[in-house]
């Protein structure tokens, strides 16, 4: 199974001008910078948390049938399964009909449930759905949006070459604190 982005979000959680604004920065000089950051520190959070600011749309693909009829959706939150496509052994495209399926939201994280036998899915099936807590950041909980703005910050001032994922601790540990309630929990 491989899930990936299929569309991007059209909006940040913070606003060029929010994101400014924290920075304490007036001019306009670097306002491609700083939306860059922006953009960078969202992904980054993102990451984290397993989950999705702003609506964007990822696929995922089995290569069959899925086991017991269940599949993990994610990130989280799922707004909406869009299409599911099944595969026949000849690599024919057939649309699933949205009457075989169900999202189940129960837990974390979402799962597309089969109601019923899919037909023709020997070559797989890819799940497309929509996922995020809004179009734009109003309704990304507030504590992401402030570890977006500080992670960007951080970046912002420390431009120089680091390792991968260097946050100084002062900063990684308020992060942290901020996306610890939003983290989903995954079980190996």
């Not at 909006?11 to 000089?29: H, I, Y």
């Not at 670097?30 to 702003?54: C, K, N, W």
Request: with cysteine; net charge negative; glycine share 10%.
């Amino acid at each position: 199974m491989a899930t990936f982005l299929v569309r991007p979000p059209e909006a940040e959680p913070a606003s060029l001008q929010e994101a400014k604004l924290f920075l304490r920065v007036d001019g306009d000089d670097e306002d491609d910078l700083i939306a860059g950051l922006v953009t960078a520190a969202r992904t980054h959070v993102e990451r984290e948390t397993r989950r999705a600011m702003v609506s964007q749309g990822w696929r995922t693909v089995l290569p069959g049938r899925p086991p017991g009829g269940r599949v993990p959706l994610g990130p989280a939150p799922v707004i909406a399964v869009t299409a599911v496509t099944a595969y026949d052994a000849a690599g024919t495209a057939a649309a699933v009909d949205a009457g075989r399926y169900r999202v189940d939201r129960a837990g974390e994280p979402a799962e597309l449930v089969l109601e019923r036998a899919v037909a023709g899915a020997e070559n797989g099936i890819e799940i497309d759905f929509d996922c995020g807590y809004g179009t734009d950041g109003a309704a990304v909980p507030r504590p992401l949006v402030q570890a977006v703005l500080m992670v960007a910050a951080h970046w912002y001032e420390h431009r120089e070459a680091a390792t991968l994922g260097a946050v100084t601790a002062p900063v990684a540990r308020g992060v942290e604190a901020l996306i610890a309630p939003y983290r989903a929990v995954r079980l190996r």
